[in-house]
C-alpha cells in the first residue's frame, strides 16, 4: 500500500494545520512549533492529530506561504502607506475664501508659520492662469498670500477675529512650492511667515479684560447707541495716546493693540480703534476699522445707517467737547497726521467704508451727546 502523502507532515497543535518538517512557526495560527512535533500518520488520533482533510487551510494542493513572518510584515507596511496616502492626505482649495477659512484658526492661535495649499488646475479664479503661464513664482505666491488673507481677515462679527487682524498680524515673509505632474503645475503650497502684535496668551488676557470693561458699563438692556455712548466715553477717559512708543514701531508693537490700550491704558491709534471695535462687537454693535497711510478710526451702524467715530483725537475730552463721534460723510473732518502700521501696510483696510450706507449727517445733532 502506498505511503500517505501526510505522513511526512506534522500538524500544529495549537489548530491542526499542516507544517512542513523544519518550520518554525504556524502558516495558519502563527504559534510556535516545537523541534519534538513529528509527522503523524492518517491513522492518529487526538486534538494535534486531527485528519487534515478536515482542515479547509490544509487541503492536498493548498498553496502556502512559507514565511509567514515576511507576509505579515509586508501587509502592515502597505497599511502604513496607505494611511499615509489617504488618511493623511493633503488638503487643497480651488479659491482663496475655503483658504482664508483654513488658515484663520492658525492665525488666531498665532502659529509662525501658517501653512495652506491650492488646487492649481480646479482653482476658481485667476491662480491657474498665473500657474500656467510665464509669470514667476514669486510673483504668483506673494498674490496668493495677500488674497488669502483678506479673505481670513474679512469681518465676520466676531470681536476676536475679523478686520482687527488686519492691525495685528504681518507676513512677513514666505515660501512657495509648486508640485508638478507631466510638467504642468498641480499643487501650489505657501508657507507664511507671520508676525503678531499680540500672543495668544495676550489676547486671552483681553478677553478677559474686555469682559471686565463691559460689566462695569451695565449695557444690559441698553440701546445701540446707549452702548456706543458708554463704549467711546470708557476709551476717551481711560486710555491716553502712546507718544513714549510712536517712534519704536520695530520693537514694541504691542502699541498697535487693543491690549495695549485695555491692559496698560495707553496705545496708538490703531490701538485704540482695535479695542473700540473688540468692545463694541462683543456688546452686539456692528462695528469696523478703516485705515489710510497714516491714521485708523472705527464706523458703526446704528439705526440702518453708518457713522464715523475716532476716539484717538477725543482722547481726554469732556463729551460736550466730543467732535469725531458718531459722524456723517458731510461732517467728519479729519486730520490725517498720525502713522499706524510699522511695516507699510496702513492702506490695508483703507476704503473699507466704501460699500456701505452712510448718513450724511452726524447722529442726533452736532455733538450727538
Known amino acids: 500500500m502506498a505511503e500517505s502523502k501526510w505522513n511526512n507532515a506534522s500538524f500544529c497543535p495549537m489548530c491542526g494545520a499542516k507544517a512542513d518538517p523544519g518550520d ?23 486534538a494535534s492529530a486531527e485528519s487534515p482533510a478536515s482542515r479547509p487551510y490544509s487541503a492536498p494542493g493548498a498553496q502556502r506561504n512559507r514565511k509567514p513572518l515576511s507576509a505579515l510584515l509586508w501587509i502592515a507596511l502597505a497599511a502604513f502607506v496607505g494611511y499615509m496616502i489617504f488618511g493623511t492626505a493633503e488638503k487643497t482649495f480651488k479659491n482663496y475664501a475655503s483658504a482664508g477659512a483654513y488658515v484663520l484658526p492658525q492665525i488666531v492661535q498665532r502659529d509662525s508659520t501658517v501653512h495652506v495649499a491650492f488646487n ?15 509669470v514667476s513664482l514669486s510673483y504668483v505666491g506673494a498674490d496668493a498670500i495677500e488674497n488669502t488673507l483678506r479673505e481670513a481677515f474679512r469681518y465676520n462679527g466676531n470681536p476676536k477675529e475679523g478686520e482687527r487682524l488686519f492691525l495685528l498680524c504681518y507676513a512677513t515673509g514666505g515660501k512657495t512650492f509648486h508640485d508638478q505632474s507631466f510638467g504642468r503645475p498641480e499643487t501650489l503650497r505657501l508657507n507664511i511667515e507671520m508676525t503678531y502684535c499680540t500672543t ?9 479684560a474686555v469682559n471686565g470693561i463691559l460689566a462695569g458699563l451695565h449695557l444690559d438692556g441698553a440701546t445701540d447707541y446707549e452702548k456706543i455712548r458708554a463704549i467711546y466715553r470708557y476709551i476717551c477717559s481711560n486710555v491716553v495716546y502712546d507718544y513714549e512708543h510712536y517712534e519704536n514701531n520695530r520693537e514694541y508693537l504691542l502699541q498697535y493693540s487693543a491690549y495695549a490700550a485695555a491692559i496698560h491704558h495707553t496705545a496708538v491709534c490703531s490701538g485704540i480703534a482695535d479695542l473700540f471695535y473688540y468692545l463694541a462687537n462683543t456688546a452686539g454693535v456692528e462695528t469696523h476699522i478703516v485705515t489710510n497711510a497714516d491714521h485708523a478710526w472705527n464706523f458703526v451702524r446704528l439705526d440702518g445707517k453708518y457713522y464715523y467715530i475716532d476716539a484717538t483725537w477725543d482722547l481726554g475730552k469732556r463729551e460736550s467737547e466730543y467732535q ?21 501696510y496702513g492702506t490695508m483696510l483703507a476704503g473699507n467704508d466704501r460699500d456701505y450706507d452712510f448718513s450724511p449727517f452726524a447722529y442726533g445733532g452736532s455733538n450727538n451727546i
Not at 24 to 46: D, M, N, R
Not at 120 to 134: M, Q, R, T, V
Not at 200 to 208: D, F
Not at 332 to 342: G, N
Open 324 to 344: 469725531y463721534f458718531l459722524k456723517g460723510t458731510s461732517d467728519f473732518i479729519h486730520p490725517y497726521s498720525l502713522d499706524i502700521r510699522p511695516f507699510g
Open 24 to 46: 518554525a512557526f504556524c502558516v495558519q495560527c502563527g504559534a510556535k512549533l516545537s523541534a519534538s512535533t513529528g509527522p503523524l500518520s492518517v491513522g492518529e488520533t487526538g
Open 200 to 208: 495668544a496668551a495676550q489676547e486671552k488676557e483681553l478677553e478677559t
Open 120 to 134: 492649481i488646475p480646479k482653482f476658481e479664479g485667476e491662480l491657474s492662469h498665473f500657474a500656467l503661464s510665464n
